[in-house]
């Protein structure tokens, strides 16, 4: 499926993707990548003696899975062409080996930048599990491809 240009985003649209259940392979295979061995991911031990009582994913892991489930909807196929920014990102909740987590965009503002043949794409993300809590929420900044002139 080809992805939308940036003129075929609208304020207001809401997108919902599709689920990932975070396993724990997933968290060591995200501790390998990036070093970040820390206890409270790899250790269960450990993690039962913290308020959470038991592992939590990496938080970064959180927001990576959401990104790529993003990209699994289509809508960006072949015309995103940078990730600009993430602002106000907030941890809200943990994430738990066995959650089942989306990520629900609202796109809230587009911007035109003719001058680079392009568009920044302004949305709010919820990263929720498996209940509907939200356990991340923010904000992406894309830039999206325009429609080619014809």
Not at 70 to 97: D, H, N, Y
Request: a neutral charge.
């Amino acid at each position: 499926m080809a992805g939308l240009y940036f003129e075929e985003f609208a304020v207001g649209q809401v997108v919902k993707t599709l689920s990932r259940t975070v396993s724990e392979d997933a968290i060591f295979s995200f501790a390998g990548l990036t070093g970040d061995y820390n206890q409270i991911h790899t250790d269960a031990e450990f993690a039962k003696s913290t308020q959470f009582g038991r592992r939590i994913a990496h938080g970064l892991l959180g927001l990576s899975i959401a990104t790529g489930l993003i990209m699994r909807t289509g809508m960006l196929e072949g015309t995103v062409l940078a990730f600009r920014e993430i602002q106000e990102w907030k941890f809200v909740k943990p994430i738990f080996i066995g959650d089942t987590i989306h990520a629900v965009l609202t796109v809230s503002e587009t911007k035109a930048l003719p001058r680079i043949g392009a568009g920044a794409l302004i949305a709010s993300v919820e990263v929720c599990n498996q209940t509907g809590e939200v356990l991340q929420k923010g904000t992406l900044n894309l830039l999206v491809l325009s429609k080619p002139k014809e």
